[in-house]
């Protein structure tokens, strides 16, 4: 069996992207939670910075989307790859 790829990347984008929304958000509305994560990120993701503000989450979350598609996108190829 096959994965699609398109369909893994979209999967993976909206997860990852997701995740990173709703990490960002709980930040703005409780400042603590998710800080150590929210760094981390913006050790990778370049011109976002860990800062509670709604800007710097649309930029997380568009970083995520991308970063997550990709990710899936190569994950699937390589199943394809090997399984095949």
């Given amino acids: 069996m096959k994965l699609n790829v398109k369909a893994m990347a979209i999967t993976t984008g909206v997860l990852w992207g997701g995740a990173m929304l709703l990490t960002a958000l709980a930040n703005l509305i409780w400042p603590p939670y998710g800080q150590a994560c929210l760094e981390m990120m913006s050790s990778v993701y370049p011109g976002y910075k860990a800062t509670a503000s709604f800007y ?5 979350t568009l970083y995520a989307i991308v970063d ?7 994950l699937a190829w390589l199943y394809n790859k090997f399984a095949g």
């Fill in 56 to 60: 710097q989450v649309v930029v997380g």
């Fill in 68 to 74: 997550g598609g990709i990710g899936g996108a190569i």
